[in-house]
């Protein structure tokens, strides 16, 4: 059963401050991954994916990589800001036979981006 | 493009009493999936159904149902009303099934 860990829980840094979040996963049977933002009591919203043939993919000031064969993934936040404070969500496309997909998440990391 | 629309966002009910929520995906989309949210389990997988058919269902007991309709419109049903089924909602659709686009999700208190 594939389990998702998202390190650390919560992060509090100051504004301009650059940081790595961790996402680790047990089984390296996967399609993609991807990280998503969550704001409190609001929907998910997509931040980068990562086909499991690629290495990183990056989006303005955020840069996620992922190494499957050792199960994890890191999100860089560069020049961090204010506007960046919300929980960020690792999860994990899998699924066989082209059947059976399904995301399996982490149970996040809560940001707090001090002016 | 509009993007998934779930309705209602929010929801009070009373244990014992059953209730249906609804999700319109994004146009041309063909797969739904539904997840339930809660701060002790975090997010986890209730199903999915592509073009009408449920294709992969998650670990929750027979109250949790589903249905998609022709024009890829899904709802979800929860029967016999638990306090522990007071969660976020969320529904998410995909054209590929490999990448998802998630809704505002639904707020379910049951009292």
């Known amino acids: 059963k594939q389990e998702v860990t998202q390190i650390p829980a919560a992060l509090s840094v100051p504004e301009g401050e650059n940081l790595v979040l961790n996402c680790s996963f047990t089984?390296?049977?996967?399609?993609?991954l991807q990280w998503f933002r969550q704001d409190p009591g609001k929907g998910l919203t997509s931040l980068l994916l990562i086909q499991s043939s690629q290495r990183e993919q990056t989006s303005g000031r955020l840069n996620a990589s992922l190494d499957k064969s050792s199960g994890r993934s890191t999100l860089y936040i560069a020049a961090s800001q204010p506007g960046d404070s919300a929980t960020y969500l690792c999860?994990?496309?899998?699924?066989?036979?082209?059947?059976?997909?399904?995301?399996?998440f982490g149970k996040g990391t809560l940001l707090t981006v001090n002016p | 493009k509009a993007g998934v629309t779930q309705t209602p966002r929010y929801l009070i009910k009373t244990r014992g009493q059953q209730v249906t929520l609804s999700c319109s995906p994004i146009s041309g989309h063909r797969s739904v999936s539904w997840y339930q949210q809660t701060p002790g389990q975090g997010l986890q997988f209730l199903f999915e159904?592509?073009?009408?058919?449920?294709?992969n269902k998650g670990n929750f007991p027979g109250r949790f149902s589903g249905r998609q309709f022709s024009n890829s419109r899904s709802e979800m049903n929860v029967s016999t009303l638990e306090l522990g089924d007071s969660a976020l909602y969320l529904c998410a659709s995909s054209t590929d099934r490999i990448r998802a686009f998630f809704g505002q999700g639904t707020r379910l208190t049951v009292v």
């Open positions: 159904y592509f073009s009408e058919t449920q294709r």
């Open positions: 999860a994990v496309l899998e699924g066989s036979g082209g059947s059976n997909y399904k995301l399996t």
């Open positions: 089984d390296s049977a996967i399609y993609n």
